[in-house]
């Protein structure tokens, strides 16, 4: 969404989108001594009231207050303009969500580091009597290792009246404070807790609770055992502390960062970030963004479903090796028991782990079985919507049988690593934005190939002979047995 020369907010050039949240999209833009800001757009829709904007305008005030270099402070605002806006600092830097993703789980010194930074940023906004609501990976930068706390997008004043309808429950399903979600009105503690559920992230690659749904997150919310598993030893005592159900219990910011500032945990894990990769993080100018790559990994998994239904088995073969590959070699990563300086290291990695190759492996079998009950449920759902239309035959239900197989297998609802490791292959094999769109223009002709096939073609079944004749038979005994029962 880049701007264009004419796009202005009052006195701000507007350069290219940056993101966009529940308020409004964000922009980098220029300041009349072109000075990099990001500029907050409200939406439109929540600018019609006068109310509103009295409200925004008191927030506006109060956030000014907060200063600190842990947080992106708000150096300007216009809330009486058509479309309202807030200015803060531009932080060049990358997200913590895309440095764990693409590099795996922090540790040692820099893992405290983001802990005590982020500690120290909700020290100065909770010292101006704002709550920032939305603490999580994706609103805090890394710039040289030092986190930058970003998005104001919905800080509430402590003092102030919600800016949100009654019952609305505002933030990011395993990073919001249970009392959000009780209808509390949220004080100071929701962000311990997002400070917790941020820095488990940091050292695990995962929120404490998962996930998924919110009602998923919030069942195991309910259960009260967070998963802390890779949060080191002498962190998680005051994580778990952090992440109490009790507002009332958990530590104030100003302990957290007490207690945080001499913490020893010890020296880092070396790095698995490839080359390539870091460059291309470093240089996002030049570089598409991490959904990009999600979805140009998403595109090569559809691509291969849908082979599947063309040639089921030899394709089934090829998505089983590609599961297998996948999975071992976000494993080498994430557990670091290699080094990986290049992208040729991130590609070779699982064939430099014989223990992650074994892990693979034995953790193939339960995902087969995973695809393979869904895929049979998938099959038997065509059957049954064949024979109720009147359409029922055996191609549609093997074609849609295989296509769903394949799928699961390699990137299924809480089927994770195969995608997370087809990500860091992608990103660090086309790192600029010319081979990325390169990559993206070839996986969208592969995968949009392979659909038409699968959806034009007779399925292949070498080197085995197409089963149709017991395929066929069995759908019409189905048909006679449905016909019975009418």
Same mark, same amino acid.
């Given at each position: 969404?880049?701007?264009?020369?004419?796009?202005?907010?009052?006195?701000y050039?507007?350069?290219?989108?940056?993101?966009?949240?529940?308020?409004?999209?964000v922009?980098?833009?220029?300041?009349?001594?072109d000075?990099?800001?990001?500029?907050?757009l409200?939406?439109?829709?929540?600018?019609?009231s006068?109310?509103?904007?009295?409200r925004?305008?008191?927030?506006?005030?109060t956030?000014?207050r907060v200063r600190?270099p842990?947080?992106?402070?708000?150096?300007?605002?216009?809330?009486?303009?058509?479309?309202?806006?807030?200015?803060?600092?531009?932080?060049?830097?990358?997200?913590?969500?895309?440095?764990?993703?693409?590099?795996g789980p922090?540790?040692?010194?820099?893992?405290r580091?983001?802990?005590?930074?982020?500690?120290?940023a909700?020290?100065?906004?909770h010292g101006a009597?704002?709550?920032?609501?939305d603490?999580k990976p994706?609103?805090?930068?890394?710039?040289?290792?030092?986190?930058?706390?970003?998005?104001?997008?919905?800080?509430?004043?402590?003092?102030?009246?919600?800016?949100?309808?009654?019952?609305?429950?505002v933030?990011t399903?395993?990073y919001?404070?249970?009392?959000?979600?009780?209808?509390?009105?949220?004080?100071?503690a929701v962000d311990?807790y997002?400070w917790?559920?941020?820095?488990?992230?940091?050292?695990?690659?995962?929120s404490?609770?998962?996930?998924?749904?919110?009602?998923?997150?919030?069942?195991?919310?309910?259960?009260?055992?967070?998963?802390?598993?890779?949060v080191?030893a002498?962190?998680?005592?005051?994580?778990?502390?952090?992440?109490?159900?009790?507002?009332?219990?958990?530590?104030?910011?100003?302990?957290?960062?007490?207690?945080?500032r001499?913490?020893d945990?010890?020296?880092?894990?070396?790095?698995?970030?490839?080359?390539?990769?870091e460059?291309?993080?470093?240089?996002p100018? *030049? !570089? +598409?963004?991490? &959904?990009?790559?999600? /979805?140009?990994?998403?595109?090569?998994?559809? @691509? $291969?479903?849908?082979a599947?239904v063309?040639?089921?088995?030899?394709a089934a073969?090829?998505?089983?090796?590609?599961?297998w590959?996948?999975?071992?070699?976000?494993?080498?990563?994430r557990h670091r028991?290699?080094?990986?300086e290049?992208?040729?290291?991130?590609?070779l990695?699982?064939?430099?782990?014989?223990?992650?190759q074994?892990?693979?492996a034995i953790?193939?079998?339960?995902?087969?079985?995973?695809?393979?009950?869904v895929?049979t449920?998938v099959?038997?759902?065509l059957?049954?919507?064949?024979?109720?239309?009147?359409?029922?035959?055996?191609?549609?239900?093997?074609k849609?049988?295989a296509?769903?197989?394949a799928y699961?297998?390699?990137?299924?609802?809480?089927?994770?690593?195969?995608?997370?490791q087809?990500?860091?292959?992608?990103?660090?094999?086309?790192p *600029? !934005? +010319?081979?990325? &769109?390169f990559?993206? /223009?070839?996986?969208?002709?592969?995968?949009? @190939? $392979?659909?038409?096939?699968?959806?034009?073609?007779t399925?292949h079944?070498?080197?085995?002979?197409?089963?149709?004749?017991?395929?066929?038979?069995?759908?019409?005994?189905?048909r006679?047995?449905?016909?019975?029962?009418?």
């Amino acid at each position: 969404m880049p701007g264009t020369e004419a796009e202005h907010a009052g006195p701000y050039h507007l350069l290219e989108f940056l993101g966009e949240g529940g308020m409004g999209v964000v922009r980098r833009a220029l300041g009349h001594d072109d000075r990099e800001v990001a500029i907050k757009l409200l939406k439109p829709e929540l600018t019609g009231s006068p109310e509103f904007r009295h409200r925004l305008a008191r927030e506006v005030d109060t956030m000014r207050r907060v200063r600190s270099p842990y947080v992106a402070e708000v150096l300007d605002a216009d809330v009486s303009a058509e479309r309202p806006y807030v200015v803060t600092r531009f932080i060049r830097g990358r997200p913590l969500d895309d440095v764990v993703r693409a590099g795996g789980p922090l540790s040692g010194e820099p893992l405290r580091r983001v802990a005590a930074g982020l500690a120290e940023a909700l020290v100065a906004i909770h010292g101006a009597g704002v709550v920032h609501r939305d603490v999580k990976p994706t609103n805090v930068m890394l710039v040289d290792g030092t986190p930058v706390v970003i998005d104001f997008g919905i800080a509430h004043a402590a003092d102030a009246t919600r800016l949100t309808r009654l019952g609305q429950v505002v933030g990011t399903p395993g990073y919001m404070g249970p009392e959000i979600i009780e209808g509390a009105i949220p004080g100071p503690a929701v962000d311990v807790y997002g400070w917790a559920a941020t820095v488990t992230f940091a050292a695990s690659g995962r929120s404490p609770y998962g996930s998924g749904s919110l009602d998923a997150v919030l069942a195991r919310i309910a259960a009260g055992r967070p998963g802390l598993d890779g949060v080191p030893a002498r962190l998680e005592p005051l994580v778990r502390a952090a992440l109490d159900r009790d507002p009332a219990r958990r530590p104030s910011a100003r302990e957290l960062a007490d207690r945080l500032r001499d913490l020893d945990l010890g020296a880092p894990e070396p790095p698995v970030v490839t080359r390539a990769v870091e460059t291309a993080l470093d240089q996002p100018r *030049s !570089r +598409p963004s991490l &959904v990009f790559y999600r /979805l140009l990994a998403y595109l090569a998994i559809v @691509g $291969a479903s849908a082979a599947c239904v063309v040639l089921p088995c030899l394709a089934a073969v090829g998505v089983l090796a590609a599961g297998w590959y996948l999975r071992a070699g976000d494993s080498a990563i994430r557990h670091r028991r290699i080094p990986v300086e290049t992208a040729r290291d991130l590609v070779l990695a699982p064939a430099r782990s014989g223990r992650d190759q074994l892990r693979s492996a034995i953790l193939l079998g339960p995902a087969v079985a995973y695809a393979g009950l869904v895929s049979t449920a998938v099959g038997v759902g065509l059957f049954a919507r064949g024979s109720l239309s009147g359409t029922l035959g055996s191609g549609v239900t093997t074609k849609g049988t295989a296509f769903a197989f394949a799928y699961m297998v390699l990137a299924g609802p809480r089927v994770m690593a195969p995608r997370r490791q087809l990500v860091r292959l992608l990103s660090g094999l086309a790192p *600029s !934005r +010319p081979k990325a &769109v390169f990559a993206g /223009l070839a996986l969208a002709g592969f995968a949009a @190939g $392979a659909v038409f096939a699968g959806w034009a073609l007779t399925p292949h079944w070498w080197p085995f002979p197409a089963p149709y004749g017991v395929l066929d038979r069995l759908v019409d005994l189905g048909r006679d047995r449905l016909r019975d029962l009418r």
